[in-house]
């Protein structure tokens, strides 16, 4: 694989020290560019978009030919899994992802089998793979896939919920249930994140999505566990140097010594925690990755650059910082406006690494 270029990402990750605060944003490959949307009308719809290596690879370049930024991620969807496992994910319009076969009773979970990534899920590692070769040491790639949580919740569901009634019914009346439904799904992520690994993802990221609407007994035992027991799982290097991890639960700022102690090198915050608490909670044992509101996205570039401002001075001096969104990037968002964030990073953030 050729060297890369630009490593700022996987040494902030690692907490090394860096010349400036490394930036990415969740979703940047999204409706919110027109190049994005030409590339989706020519596949067609969603799932042929992600299903066709060449145009995933395609859709995951584009946000780089516009931005200065310092990784690429996957064009993906966190609902390839339990695709795989034969539930007949379809896009209802308005209405987002569901499942034709939700998981409901225990001949259901029984039934589950644990996808071969380099079958069943073939066309992400061949876009992984075709990516790494466009990328030509540009910049990192991170790979990425749904927590069993998360993924549990719109299994269960059939899709997407408001409050969770279906899933955390299971949880409560049937925790056995949910369990077992859970440690396949860690095995089918472990799997999953090993195969991009294999296939030349350089980090990978974890989306716990859904954690942040548990209790914190619930979020330990059918979150935390399970995110835990992946890492542990996960292949720590890939071509002579480490695999950071990073783990993001959206709502999950209360938990955040718990996340620490997980085993992943990074947390992902939202933009409802101070990054410089945030900091001081965790100490040196894990980066941090975040944590602009997207909606200040909205605002006039010189109301981004004060906001950035704000978020590097929380942060502070030194590595163990990737800026980042808090969560994706709205689809209504003025490209130029995502450059005014990205350009105010690099520059702002020097002096923090002298």
């Given at each position: 694989m050729t060297p890369l270029k630009n490593d700022r990402l996987l040494r902030a990750l690692l907490r090394e020290p860096v010349d400036v605060t490394p930036v990415w944003m969740m979703r940047q490959a999204g409706r919110y560019l027109p190049e994005y949307r030409a590339t989706r009308e020519k596949a067609g719809d969603f799932m042929t978009l992600c299903r066709t290596p060449e145009l995933a690879c395609e859709v995951t370049i584009q946000p780089l030919e516009r931005f200065d930024l310092d990784a690429a991620i996957l064009f993906s969807?966190?609902?390839?899994?339990?695709?795989?496992?034969?539930?007949?994910?379809?896009?209802?319009?308005?209405?987002?992802?569901?499942?034709?076969?939700?998981?409901?009773?225990?001949?259901?979970?029984?039934?589950?089998?644990?996808?071969?990534?380099?079958?069943?899920?073939?066309?992400?590692?061949?876009?992984?793979?075709?990516?790494?070769?466009?990328?030509?040491?540009?910049?990192?790639?991170?790979?990425?896939?749904?927590?069993?949580?998360?993924?549990?919740?719109?299994?269960?569901?059939?899709g997407s919920a408001k409050n969770f009634a279906i899933a955390k019914g299971m949880m409560f009346d049937r925790p056995e249930?949910?369990?077992?439904?859970?440690?396949?799904?860690?095995?089918?992520?472990?799997?999953?994140?090993?195969?991009?690994?294999?296939?030349?993802?350089?980090?990978?990221?974890?989306?716990?999505?859904w954690g942040g609407v548990l209790t914190p007994d619930d979020f330990k035992n059918f979150s935390l566990a399970y995110m835990e027991r992946i890492v542990s799982g996960l292949t720590k290097e890939s071509e002579g140097r480490r695999v950071p991890v990073i783990l993001f639960t959206k709502g999950g700022g209360q938990w955040l010594e718990a996340m620490a102690d997980s085993g992943a090198d990074a947390l992902g915050l939202d933009w409802t925690i101070d990054i410089g608490e945030a900091r001081r909670r965790v100490g040196d044992?894990?980066?941090l990755q975040g944590n602009l509101d997207p909606c200040v996205l909205y605002a006039s570039p010189e109301a981004i650059r004060r906001s950035v401002?704000?978020?590097?001075?929380?942060?502070?001096?030194?590595s163990g910082h990737v800026f980042n969104l808090g969560h994706g990037i709205h689809p209504t968002i003025d490209p130029d406006h995502a450059k005014a964030m990205i350009d105010a990073v690099h520059e702002l953030s020097r002096p923090y690494h002298q």
């Open positions: 969807d966190i609902l390839t899994v339990p695709d795989a496992m034969g539930l007949g994910l379809y896009f209802e319009e308005g209405e987002g992802p569901r499942f034709r076969h939700p998981v409901r009773d225990q001949a259901a979970v029984e039934a589950l089998p644990i996808p071969d990534p380099e079958e069943e899920l073939r066309y992400v590692m061949d876009a992984v793979r075709t990516i790494r070769r466009e990328l030509d040491g540009r910049v990192p790639l991170i790979g990425f896939s749904g927590s069993p949580w998360t993924l549990a919740t719109y299994m269960v569901e059939g249930l949910m369990h077992a439904l859970l440690a396949k799904l860690a095995e089918a992520v472990t799997a999953y994140l090993n195969a991009q690994i294999a296939a030349g993802a350089q980090a990978v990221m974890i989306f716990d999505t044992r894990v980066a401002a704000k978020v590097l001075e929380s942060y502070g001096s030194g």
